[in-house]
């Protein structure tokens, strides 16, 4: 046998492994940036999603990245059809391209989720969620107490970006939950993914947004449910429950009764817009629904155009038929309501199936005999619960950072189940003819 030339660089077997596996950990990376970009401003931002977009376009050649769009394929459908509505009314109303920004972002992610049918390193993205959720968190923190901002907002958009930056936050709240109750007792995971989960609430709770926390809440609860029962481990799942209702008591408390006030002035601020005067974001709420419900009477098939409920809303103030305390408002902070006033029945409907679609597939999953399939499934049910509930308050698709924070989980989540239940299905029909 000949020995090997020692003038010669034989790559080891380690080196060869390293080699092929850093397409996945640059993948994942880049996916665990993603919330972060979505919640900063330098133009920087963009460079994750144009990455991924890129490597999105290249991936559907591979056989399991077609297999898990086709599995999608109703969450899809859902936003493929938000897509061509939001098109044709725009064409239909002749706006130009600008109003074109929401269904060019939803396309964007239906692009962006095929990463999610590759093999990624989940513990580096689920970790850089978490690690996304502590920083966000801090920042509030330090806007709050340190600067003395009434309501933290985060770092994209401004004082106007309170409830968006709620709305992230508590979805990463949700990632940091399923991802606790799956890790170990103590183990690193277990406190990451913990301290995410608690900074992200805090810090949603310092923006004082209540449609997102209120939001919250049942998505917080079903997770708790779906692991509980999955598991048997009620005590567990009952005791974090407890502990996270008595944390959030005391964390409302340390805001000296600024929070309460600000839910037990919703029926006060009710009473006055029955009375004529839409007075505080509730009755301003209120008047700006029932103006946008006005514009739906008018306009029930075509709408008054993407973009357009401003416009028309100074309109209808101008002619005395809605008070002019909504004027500063360029949307009715309700995603139904949007839908139908700018779009018609038809974009109202588009937006049901966009929630109700990936419910059911989701639902769908939960059952599933492998923890990793479940347990993606309730992330991708919790992300869909939460924005169902906080459309009813806020309208999350008219600002990019809630859309786009929404339609990249969503979209990926689903096509991750779709890739995982490929995987595991090859894998049993190799043991089976084995």
């Known amino acids: 046998m000949n020995a090997p030339s020692h003038g010669v660089a034989v790559p080891d077997r380690e080196t060869t492994r390293i080699w092929h596996a850093w397409p996945a950990w640059t993948l ?28 999105g376009l290249a991936l559907p050649r591979y056989a399991p990245v077609r297999w898990s769009y086709r599995t999608a394929a109703p969450v899809i459908a859902a936003a493929a059809l938000l897509i061509v509505l939001d098109t044709v009314n725009v064409l239909w109303h002749r706006l130009g391209w600008r109003p074109l920004d929401h269904a060019a972002h939803v396309l964007l992610y239906v692009v962006v989720a ?51 930056c709620a709305t992230l936050l508590l979805g990463l709240a949700l990632m940091a939950l399923v991802q606790l109750l799956q890790s170990r007792f103590s183990s690193w995971r277990w406190w990451l993914h913990g301290a995410g989960m608690v900074f992200g609430m805090y810090g949603a709770l310092l923006t004082q947004s209540r449609g997102p926390l209120l939001a ?6 079903l997770v708790l449910l779906l692991q509980a029962r999955r598991s048997g481990r009620w005590r567990w799942s009952l005791t974090l429950g407890l ?26 601020e009710v009473n006055g817009f029955d009375q004529g005067d839409p007075d505080g974001s509730v009755g301003a709420r209120l008047e700006m629904w029932r103006t946008a419900l006005r514009a739906a009477g008018e306009h029930p098939l075509a709408g008054v155009g993407i973009d357009q409920y401003a416009t028309y809303t100074r309109t209808e103030i101008a002619a005395g038929r809605s008070d002019a305390s909504i004027a500063p408002y360029n949307q009715p902070h309700n995603e139904y309501l949007r839908a139908l006033a700018t779009g018609g029945v038809p974009l109202l409907l588009a937006v049901l199936a966009v929630f109700v679609l990936p419910l059911r597939y989701f639902t769908r999953w939960l059952g599933n005999a492998d923890d ?14 939460l924005y169902l509930f906080c459309a009813m308050g806020e309208s999350v698709f008219y600002r990019v950072m809630s859309q786009s924070f929404y339609f990249f989980l969503m979209l990926g989540l689903a096509l991750r189940v779709g890739y995982l239940a490929r995987l595991r299905g090859d894998a049993r029909a190799r043991a089976t003819k084995a």
């Not at 990376?29 to 490597?55: R, Y």
């Not at 919250?216 to 609860?221: E, I, K, R, Y």
């Not at 347990?375 to 991708?380: E, M, Q």
Request: charged share 10%; hydrophobic share 60%.
């Open 372 to 385: 990793a399939i479940a347990a993606t499934a309730t992330a991708g049910l919790a992300i869909v619960v």
């Open 216 to 221: 919250f809440v049942p998505a917080f609860l």
């Open 28 to 55: 994942s990376a880049l996916v665990a940036l993603m919330p972060l970009s979505f919640s900063i401003e330098p133009d920087i931002k963009a460079l994750p999603a144009v990455l991924l977009f890129f490597c």
């Open 243 to 268: 502990v996270v209702c008595l944390g959030g008591a005391a964390a409302t408390a340390t805001l000296h009764g600024v929070m309460l006030t600000r839910f037990t002035s919703i029926q006060k």
């Open 114 to 164: 095929a990463v999610f049918a590759r093999h990624l390193r989940m513990t580096l993205v689920w970790a850089g969620f978490s690690l996304t959720a502590i920083g966000l968190g801090t920042v509030c923190l330090v806007q709050h107490y340190a600067l003395g901002a009434l309501r933290a907002h985060g770092l994209n958009g401004g004082d106007s970006a309170a409830i968006e």
